[in-house]
Nanobody
Framework: QVQLVESGGGLVQPGGSLRLSCAAS????????RGWYRQAPGKERELVAAITRGGSTNYADSVKGRFTISRDNAKNTVYLQMNSLKPEDTAVYYC???????????????WGQGTQVTVSS
């Protein structure tokens, strides 16, 4: 059974930093594009950043220059380094994988359970 497990969320003051991690577990062979999305109360879920298996990245305009996505394919883990955090970054952050190949088949459009990030003084 495949799982995406996020960690690293929490409460931070404006201007602070957090690093989110998302580890994929199970008998995984490969994972295609991985991403981080977020959803604030009363708002739709939005893409924050994504990274292909080859390392190409894209970011939402609102986080460019502040957030960095990276991945370790050997560990099946994706990271989101968040710097210069603002109150408007407050949301539940979700890890996503668009295509996972594992020993028993494959999964499409796979999500983690989410981790809360709160930016407040």
């Amino acid at each position: 059974q495949v799982q995406l497990v996020e960690s690293g969320g929490g409460l931070v003051q404006p201007g602070g930093s957090l690093r989110l991690s998302c580890a994929a577990s199970g008998s995984i062979i490969s994972i295609n594009t991985r991403g981080w999305y977020r959803q604030a109360p009363g708002k739709e879920r939005e893409l924050v950043a994504a990274i292909t298996r080859g390392g190409s990245t894209n970011y939402a305009d609102s986080v460019k220059g502040r957030f960095t996505i990276s991945r370790d394919n050997a560990k099946n883990t994706v990271y989101l380094q968040m710097n210069s955090l603002k109150p408007e970054d407050t949301a539940v952050y979700y890890c996503h994988a668009d295509f996972i190949v594992h020993t028993q088949g494959y999964e499409r459009d796979y999500w983690g359970q989410g981790t809360q990030v709160t930016v407040s003084s």
